[in-house]
């Protein structure tokens, strides 16, 4: 009945939430690899808009000696473990603009629905038609007891501005379901860590409270003081039950730090790289609680429009791509923003190479597989063809260290593909009509 | 049991003159043989054998006459005439009366916490008083509504102001009006939403345009349908909502110009109240005006005791307990997002960490109903800012401990208070469920100006005049009419094919109407509701219940008051839901009248019966059905009480339509009612019981009890000797109003029964 509002996804995980009560409360991780004998894949995707500046981003050497170009730069260190997919095109075709297609068709692989959100040209359009991937897989997993998690999936966002449209929404719940990603590190902590937090927070008052009980019994009558003090013993009772509780979770081996956010953060342009690194750490420090094994990471949003002061970059990102390739300066800029945005990528992936695998081997990038990806191929030009998609990590289980160029072929083989490495196959993913070849090839 | 100790006098009141009388002495006597056997020496009972005590308000004139007839049981022969009176002598005065249970244990103004609805409430107003205001009560319904042509918000190009009743549009590709075009456009709607009823609500738009449905605070988008995408046209979604509230709307509609596939537009706003039926949202309950923000707690409560007949803030558990701490902190959460900038934007030049002190200061004052002293501002305040470096962790602390503190949860335990302060935090209680939040009535306070009747009066009519109060009201009149459980009125289809979950949804908004007309015209009478009652009706019930519910046509809004006047007492929503499936219940309307609108005693029959079907006795009237199954001499006992009531109201059937036959037979409405005096009245027809119910002294002290137990949670009797008597004394004297009732019922419980007031009293 609720369709449109309580999405799939969000009832799954409120069942998610009452059936692992006991995660929640005490932050629990989820089965071991060592007790279901499989490890734990992940899948995180980043998103940073409006094009590349392909002759600094793609290799031009392929396969394993593949060359590292200007912006891709801060990821030298994940060499071997990187590939770029060259040659993936977004053919979706049909209402919205190059912006709305790109963002709203990357995930989802399927065209919008007619609306009323006018773009620059053609015509206007409204949410996408399909699930997102991310979105798909996290189902899946949710439905299998041994890879179910708290969350399923979590949607993290960097300035995302405050408005729903087609240009602000990559992943959805379903036809006509964008989700909302959480673009708050304070909202994204209290939805992750709320619960335990809030239970310190009355633990550590319970103990004051206690005296003022007293102090008001004084001057009861035998039967109210006797009705006051029942209550004093409950809060007491209360106290010593967290108590116990936070001990228990302090012993806990596998327990893993919460993260400390600095405090009174306010989102403001200026803010951009401090609240992109308290997103960062409450990505790892989530996925290292098995909270969920899918997520998005959505920098700002398709047509964003950043200023990167800290880069000396007064424009906004959005104005900056339409300029022509021979407005030089606009050009080096668009290298500088593309390069600071690898710089995210290449610090997601070092702070999951930092940490040990729960219960599992290695790393938690060996587990993992980023992949860094972008609404258009190049900004000036708004063509889809050649979508940036950048891999980090081992989760997918794909052989690394290549530069791969599939040559002109539909993304939705790769959002297939996504699918069959995470465990479950499927006969296309979104339009059928661009998954006729199959999953990609000579990935493993 | 302590419900029906209204009308007990204060223990240390009465004189102690117990002479017994001779014929008391031998009643004692008689008694001791042959009935303690089974009742207990003091009439408690007998465990296995007769439980239940001796207690009730028959007169000892009918219990002399029960127990001629019934007692000892299977010889009543044994105890008749003079003995059957010494027995009934004896009985009453020892334990059976009023006054007999009050000497033996008089009631108690009782320690309770917070109800689940005053704990809404006080966080409510305590939301409300960083806004400056709540809402200000105004006879102006319907939403501002300002079309625009072009789809954005373009002074210049404003072509409509006018005010929409309700939200239901079909404007197809025409527009809303002239110089509009109708595939560009933008319509704003602004105003309130006011609720009556605390409960669960679903909101229900329906659109084929772009549009952001804001609610409760000018930044909560509510629905943001910012994108019109495919064929998604409808948008549900659930709040629960505090009753005496207005909250802001803010409707935002964007018709926008598309190069292809522009879609005509249409708009609709609906809601599912709590129990109700989806309907557009009646014009009603939308207000042009409304306060900036206003708070509606999510966080489910539990439900209160009502083992006194009415909720009382008695259950102390774990649950109750962990509700309070996720409400602390849901208010904690909306402190530091909402209330928070408010705050610091007023006081923008001065130092933050004296703001947030000071802000934090102002909640727990609120919410304490006081000053702090020393001791609280170290803990609540102080130890929380400290304890970390975070600004809103800080306010969710601070907020977290002060509203699991025993100063916010026991409303009663303010004795360190000002005389004029204590007075203002009672006066709140009893009207709004609530705790002092508007300046005008803090200043007073703080001026201390609440402490004679004078000034306890004048301001307990100013706050009467609040939706607040109105909200409470409405609530107490449920109470009185036993409607305050939701039960679903359903009636088998065969016989009442028209008669739907859409009519009981129009007659309950009917129903509600009339509450609020009586109460709320000019002179306020409780006889109107018997006597002259405005009555409302709809196409829907017009349609099925008759020319007497035809109305003027009204296109504004979909109830609209009847050319005439009638009675609550056979109103169809009462009647359809005091009645069964296919056929009436005198029964079930009989006890209606004892219990709730003459506040007599009535005890559950000894065993379940299942009423006697229809079917099988196809030649009987109900009423005849009725008379045949309550016959033993057992049932008669309070069935001749019950039935007589009951029978009067057979001219309405199982839906409330009026009728002259039942089964084909005329039907029989005469009836009986023997009241606590022991007098009897008679009737012949809902017209002259509804004439008895207007002027009954008995019927007048229940409803007086009623609004005292509601507004005020405690037994009037521990108020004083004679309280309710007095208080129903005045009500009479003053036309019956009720307002005025209301407004001596705040100003007896403003002040808690001193030792002083008892000696008085006592002279």
Known sequence: ?444 | MSRFLYSILFATLLPLSHAQSEQSIRGQQIYQTRCAECHGADGQGVADVYDEPLAGDLSIRELADLISRTMPEGEPEKCTGKDAESVAQFVFDSFYSERARWQKNPPQIRLTHLTAEQLRQSLADIYGHFYNRVATVSDDRGLKALYYDGARLKRENRKIDRIDGVIDFDWKRDGPGEGIKGDDFYVQWLGGLKVDQSGRYEIVIRSSCAFIFRLGHPETEFVNNHVQSGDRTEFRRSVTLTAGRVYPIRFDLYQRKRKTGQLPASVSLSWKPPHGVETTIPKHHLVPEAPRAAFALQTHLPPDDRSYGYNRGLAIDRQWDDAVTAAAIEFGQTAATDLWPEYRRRRRNDEEAEVLSDFLSEIATLAFRGPLDQQARQFYIQKQIESTDDRSEAIRRSVLAVLKSPWFLYPSLDSSRSESRQVANRLALTLYDSLPSDSWLLNLAEKDLLKTETQITSAAKRMVHDYRARAKVRALLYEWLHLSEAAEIQKKQQLFPEFSENTVAQLKDSLDRTLDAVVWSEQSDYRSFFQSAPIFTSDRIHAYYGDEWSAKPDKTGYLQPTTQTGSLLTHPYLMSRLAYQDSTSPIHRGVFLMRFVLGRTIRPPQEAFTPLSPDLHPDLTTRQRVELQTSPQSCQVCHRKINGLGFVLENYDSTGRFRQKDHDRPVNVKGSYTQRDGSQVQFTGPAELAEYLANSHDAHTAFVNRSFQHLVKQPVAAWGYDRLDELTRQFRQDNCNIRRLLVDIAVVAARPPQTEERVTTNE
């Open chain 1, 1 to 444: 009945m609720n369709k449109s509002y309580f999405s799939r996804r969000e009832l799954l995980r409120k069942a998610g939430i009452s059936a692992l009560g006991a995660h929640l409360l005490c932050g629990l991780p989820g089965l071991s690899a060592a007790e279901t004998g499989q490890r734990r894949q992940r899948l995180i995707f980043v998103f940073s808009p409006n094009g590349v500046i392909p002759k600094h981003f793609w290799p031009e050497q392929q396969g394993k000696d593949f060359d590292i170009k200007r912006i891709l730069k801060p990821l030298e260190g994940f060499r071997d473990r990187m590939m770029t997919m060259h040659g993936l095109n977004n053919q979706l075709r049909g209402d919205g603009d190059g912006h709305m297609r790109g963002i709203g068709c990357l995930l989802t692989g399927i065209e919008l629905f007619p609306g009323d959100i006018q773009g620059g040209s053609d015509t206007p359009a409204g949410w996408s038609k399909g699930i997102s991937v991310d979105q798909h897989i996290a189902n899946r997993l949710q439905e299998n007891e041994s890879t179910q998690t708290r969350f399923g999936s979590l949607e993290f966002g960097v300035m995302v501005p405050d408005r729903a449209d087609t240009w602000t929404r990559m992943s959805y719940a379903g036809p006509n379901q964008p989700m909302t990603p959480i673009d708050n590190p304070y909202r994204m902590f209290d939805r992750l860590y709320g619960q335990t937090r809030n239970r310190e927070m009355l633990a550590s008052v319970l103990d004051g409270l206690q005296a003022d009980f007293k102090r008001m019994e004084s001057k009861l009558s035998k039967e109210d003081r006797q009705f006051l003090q029942r209550h004093a013993t409950l809060v007491r009772e209360l106290e010593q039950d967290l108590q116990k509780e936070q001990a228990a979770a302090k012993n806990r081996p596998t327990g893993h730090a919460v993260p400390q956010l600095p405090p009174n953060i306010e989102e403001q342009n200026e803010n951009m790289p401090l609240i992109t690194r308290m997103q960062i750490d409450l990505l790892v420090s989530s996925l290292a609680a098995d909270f969920a094994r899918v997520a998005t990471f959505q920098i700002t949003n398709s047509v964003g429009q950043p200023r990167m002061k800290w880069l000396e970059i007064d424009e906004g990102h959005h104005t900056l791509s339409h300029e022509p390739d021979s407005n030089e300066d606009a050009y080096e800029k668009l290298i500088k923003i593309n390069t600071w945005y690898a710089e995210q990528v290449a610090l997601l992936a070092k702070r999951l190479d930092e940490t040990p695998e729960p219960g599992g081997e290695g790393t938690m990038l060996d587990n993992t597989t980023i992949v860094w990806t972008n609404e258009l191929g190049k900004g000036n030009s708004h063509t889809r063809n050649n979508i940036p998609f950048v891999l980090v990590g081992g989760g997918m289980g794909w052989k690394m260290g290549r530069a791969m160029d599939f040559g002109g072929t539909p993304h939705n083989r790769l959002l297939m593909s996504f699918c069959h490495a995470m465990g479950h196959t499927v006969e296309s993913f979104g339009n059928p009509k661009f998954c006729k070849d199959g999953v990609l090839t000579d990935l493993t």
